[in-house]
Protein backbone atom coordinates (compact mmCIF):
# COMPACT_ATOMS: atom_id res chain seq x y z
CA UNK A 1 0.00 0.00 0.00
CA UNK A 2 1.08 3.53 -0.40
CA UNK A 3 1.75 5.29 2.60
CA UNK A 4 1.76 9.11 2.72
CA UNK A 5 3.29 9.93 6.61
CA UNK A 6 3.10 13.79 7.96
CA UNK A 7 5.42 14.60 10.59
CA UNK A 8 2.54 15.81 12.87
CA UNK A 9 -1.69 15.22 13.33
CA UNK A 10 -2.06 18.16 15.80
CA UNK A 11 0.22 21.49 16.24
CA UNK A 12 -0.12 24.47 18.02
CA UNK A 13 2.58 27.69 17.31
CA UNK A 14 2.42 31.16 17.81
CA UNK A 15 2.21 33.60 15.29
CA UNK A 16 5.68 35.30 14.11
CA UNK A 17 7.28 31.10 14.67
CA UNK A 18 8.74 29.48 11.82
CA UNK A 19 6.88 26.11 10.60
CA UNK A 20 8.02 23.03 9.12
CA UNK A 21 5.35 20.38 8.48
CA UNK A 22 6.94 17.52 6.61
CA UNK A 23 5.78 14.85 4.40
CA UNK A 24 7.33 11.37 3.31
CA UNK A 25 6.12 8.95 1.04
CA UNK A 26 7.08 5.58 0.26
CA UNK A 27 5.90 4.82 -3.59
CA UNK A 28 9.13 6.72 -5.35
CA UNK A 29 6.39 9.27 -6.80
CA UNK A 30 7.73 11.68 -8.71
CA UNK A 31 4.96 14.15 -7.57
CA UNK A 32 4.06 16.03 -4.26
CA UNK A 33 1.83 18.28 -3.19
CA UNK A 34 1.08 20.75 -0.07
CA UNK A 35 -2.74 21.61 0.02
CA UNK A 36 -4.85 23.48 3.09
CA UNK A 37 -8.11 22.57 3.47
CA UNK A 38 -10.83 25.37 5.26
CA UNK A 39 -14.94 24.60 5.56
CA UNK A 40 -16.60 25.70 2.82
CA UNK A 41 -13.29 26.30 0.47
CA UNK A 42 -12.12 22.78 -0.03
CA UNK A 43 -8.97 21.78 -0.97
CA UNK A 44 -6.33 24.62 -2.47
CA UNK A 45 -2.79 23.92 -3.50
CA UNK A 46 -0.07 25.63 -2.14
CA UNK A 47 3.06 24.09 -3.80
CA UNK A 48 3.85 21.50 -5.81
CA UNK A 49 6.68 19.53 -7.00
CA UNK A 50 7.62 17.24 -9.71
CA UNK A 51 11.16 16.04 -9.31
CA UNK A 52 14.10 16.69 -6.37
CA UNK A 53 14.88 20.43 -6.05
CA UNK A 54 11.95 21.39 -8.15
CA UNK A 55 9.01 23.68 -6.98
CA UNK A 56 6.46 25.28 -8.62
CA UNK A 57 3.56 27.85 -7.39
CA UNK A 58 0.15 26.64 -6.55
CA UNK A 59 -2.72 28.82 -6.37
CA UNK A 60 -2.09 30.35 -2.64
CA UNK A 61 1.27 30.34 -1.97
CA UNK A 62 2.14 33.35 -0.19
CA UNK A 63 3.53 33.14 2.97
CA UNK A 64 4.93 29.83 2.13
CA UNK A 65 7.72 28.10 0.78
CA UNK A 66 8.64 24.66 0.06
CA UNK A 67 11.96 22.25 0.05
CA UNK A 68 12.50 18.76 -1.82
CA UNK A 69 16.02 17.69 -1.24
CA UNK A 70 15.28 14.10 -1.57
CA UNK A 71 12.77 12.54 -3.74
CA UNK A 72 10.69 11.12 -1.24
CA UNK A 73 10.53 13.88 1.27
CA UNK A 74 8.68 17.75 0.84
CA UNK A 75 8.93 19.65 3.12
CA UNK A 76 6.11 22.82 3.63
CA UNK A 77 7.57 26.05 5.83
CA UNK A 78 5.29 28.95 7.24
CA UNK A 79 8.31 31.75 7.44
CA UNK A 80 6.56 33.96 9.97
CA UNK A 81 3.40 31.86 10.91
CA UNK A 82 0.10 34.14 11.10
CA UNK A 83 -3.32 33.07 12.62
CA UNK A 84 -4.53 33.27 9.32
CA UNK A 85 -2.80 29.79 8.34
CA UNK A 86 -4.73 28.05 10.75
CA UNK A 87 -6.01 25.13 8.98
CA UNK A 88 -5.60 21.47 7.41
CA UNK A 89 -2.42 21.28 6.10
CA UNK A 90 -2.54 17.96 3.18
CA UNK A 91 -0.07 16.28 1.86
CA UNK A 92 -0.03 14.15 -1.54
CA UNK A 93 1.90 12.02 -4.08
CA UNK A 94 1.31 10.79 -7.50
CA UNK A 95 3.05 9.14 -10.05
CA UNK A 96 1.64 12.03 -12.74
CA UNK A 97 0.49 9.95 -15.48
CA UNK A 98 -2.37 11.81 -16.96
CA UNK A 99 -4.45 8.49 -17.37
CA UNK A 100 -4.13 6.87 -14.02
CA UNK A 101 -2.82 9.48 -11.82
CA UNK A 102 -4.30 9.65 -8.17
CA UNK A 103 -3.45 11.18 -5.62
CA UNK A 104 -2.68 9.75 -2.29
CA UNK A 105 -2.94 12.08 0.61
CA UNK A 106 -1.42 12.03 4.10
CA UNK A 107 -3.51 11.76 7.02
CA UNK A 108 -3.02 15.42 7.75
CA UNK A 109 -1.65 18.52 9.91
CA UNK A 110 -4.37 20.63 12.17
CA UNK A 111 -2.51 23.65 12.47
CA UNK A 112 -3.67 26.51 14.65
CA UNK A 113 -1.56 29.35 14.72
CA UNK A 114 -2.38 31.68 18.26
CA UNK B 1 -13.03 30.30 -15.40
CA UNK B 2 -12.21 26.43 -14.57
CA UNK B 3 -14.28 25.68 -11.81
CA UNK B 4 -15.92 22.55 -10.34
CA UNK B 5 -19.18 22.85 -8.48
CA UNK B 6 -20.78 19.80 -6.60
CA UNK B 7 -24.12 19.28 -5.15
CA UNK B 8 -25.82 19.26 -2.60
CA UNK B 9 -23.50 20.64 -0.04
CA UNK B 10 -25.07 17.89 2.62
CA UNK B 11 -27.20 14.94 2.16
CA UNK B 12 -28.83 12.92 5.15
CA UNK B 13 -29.98 9.51 4.20
CA UNK B 14 -31.39 6.00 5.94
CA UNK B 15 -28.58 3.56 6.30
CA UNK B 16 -29.60 0.92 3.47
CA UNK B 17 -30.62 3.60 0.82
CA UNK B 18 -29.24 4.87 -2.73
CA UNK B 19 -28.18 8.51 -3.07
CA UNK B 20 -26.49 10.25 -5.80
CA UNK B 21 -23.91 13.01 -5.67
CA UNK B 22 -23.42 15.62 -8.42
CA UNK B 23 -20.74 17.57 -9.81
CA UNK B 24 -20.16 19.80 -12.73
CA UNK B 25 -17.04 21.21 -14.28
CA UNK B 26 -15.96 24.13 -16.61
CA UNK B 27 -12.30 22.78 -16.43
CA UNK B 28 -11.11 22.97 -19.72
CA UNK B 29 -8.93 21.18 -21.85
CA UNK B 30 -10.52 18.24 -19.54
CA UNK B 31 -8.56 15.66 -18.71
CA UNK B 32 -9.70 13.22 -16.13
CA UNK B 33 -12.01 13.65 -13.12
CA UNK B 34 -11.84 11.95 -9.93
CA UNK B 35 -14.03 11.30 -6.60
CA UNK B 36 -12.49 11.20 -3.18
CA UNK B 37 -13.67 9.89 -0.32
CA UNK B 38 -12.53 11.46 2.91
CA UNK B 39 -13.71 10.55 6.39
CA UNK B 40 -13.38 13.18 9.03
CA UNK B 41 -9.94 14.07 10.21
CA UNK B 42 -8.66 11.67 7.31
CA UNK B 43 -7.06 12.47 4.39
CA UNK B 44 -9.28 11.80 1.09
CA UNK B 45 -8.97 8.45 -0.36
CA UNK B 46 -9.42 7.90 -4.12
CA UNK B 47 -12.54 6.04 -5.33
CA UNK B 48 -12.69 6.24 -9.49
CA UNK B 49 -10.71 7.95 -11.73
CA UNK B 50 -12.55 8.76 -15.06
CA UNK B 51 -10.53 9.57 -18.34
CA UNK B 52 -12.96 11.66 -21.36
CA UNK B 53 -13.45 7.95 -22.93
CA UNK B 54 -15.10 6.50 -19.91
CA UNK B 55 -18.52 7.48 -19.18
CA UNK B 56 -19.18 4.76 -16.54
CA UNK B 57 -17.10 3.14 -13.60
CA UNK B 58 -17.73 1.47 -10.41
CA UNK B 59 -15.69 0.66 -7.59
CA UNK B 60 -18.13 -1.80 -4.91
CA UNK B 61 -20.77 -0.05 -4.02
CA UNK B 62 -19.96 3.36 -5.91
CA UNK B 63 -20.66 3.95 -9.26
CA UNK B 64 -18.98 6.94 -11.12
CA UNK B 65 -20.90 8.48 -14.29
CA UNK B 66 -19.30 10.97 -16.44
CA UNK B 67 -20.48 13.20 -19.61
CA UNK B 68 -17.79 14.90 -21.18
CA UNK B 69 -20.39 16.99 -23.34
CA UNK B 70 -22.41 18.23 -20.76
CA UNK B 71 -19.18 18.43 -18.11
CA UNK B 72 -21.35 16.76 -15.35
CA UNK B 73 -20.97 13.95 -13.08
CA UNK B 74 -22.07 11.64 -10.41
CA UNK B 75 -21.49 9.47 -7.94
CA UNK B 76 -24.25 6.73 -7.03
CA UNK B 77 -23.80 5.10 -3.86
CA UNK B 78 -25.83 2.28 -3.43
CA UNK B 79 -27.49 0.43 -0.50
CA UNK B 80 -25.41 2.88 1.85
CA UNK B 81 -23.81 1.88 5.22
CA UNK B 82 -23.09 3.56 8.25
CA UNK B 83 -19.33 3.88 6.87
CA UNK B 84 -20.37 6.11 3.81
CA UNK B 85 -20.76 8.82 6.70
CA UNK B 86 -17.95 11.44 4.65
CA UNK B 87 -17.57 14.18 2.32
CA UNK B 88 -17.29 13.38 -1.28
CA UNK B 89 -15.08 15.66 -3.37
CA UNK B 90 -14.81 15.94 -7.11
CA UNK B 91 -11.65 16.72 -8.66
CA UNK B 92 -11.23 17.20 -12.23
CA UNK B 93 -7.41 17.49 -13.83
CA UNK B 94 -6.80 19.32 -16.77
CA UNK B 95 -4.06 18.59 -19.38
CA UNK B 96 -1.71 21.22 -18.02
CA UNK B 97 -1.53 18.81 -14.71
CA UNK B 98 -3.71 21.47 -12.79
CA UNK B 99 -5.93 20.22 -10.51
CA UNK B 100 -9.24 21.67 -9.46
CA UNK B 101 -10.90 20.73 -6.67
CA UNK B 102 -15.56 20.95 -5.79
CA UNK B 103 -16.22 22.13 -1.76
CA UNK B 104 -17.37 18.51 -1.35
CA UNK B 105 -20.56 16.95 -0.31
CA UNK B 106 -21.15 15.48 3.44
CA UNK B 107 -23.03 13.20 3.80
CA UNK B 108 -24.52 11.35 6.38
CA UNK B 109 -25.87 8.09 7.02
CA UNK B 110 -28.14 7.26 9.82
CA UNK B 111 -29.55 3.89 10.96
Known amino acids: DVKVTQSSRYLVKRTGEKVFLECVQD?????MFWYRQDPGLGLRLIYF???????EKGDIPEGYSVSREKKERFSLILESASTNQTSMYLC?????????????FGPGTRLTVL | KNQVEQSPQSLIILEGKNCTLQCNYTVSPFSNLRWYKQDTGRGPVSLTIMTFSENTKSNGRYTATLDADTKQSSLHITASQLSDSASYIC??????????FGTGTSLTVIP
Open chain 1, 27 to 31: MDHEN
Open chain 1, 49 to 55: SYDVKMK
Open chain 1, 92 to 104: ASGTGDLRTDTQY
Open chain 2, 91 to 100: VVRNTGNQFY
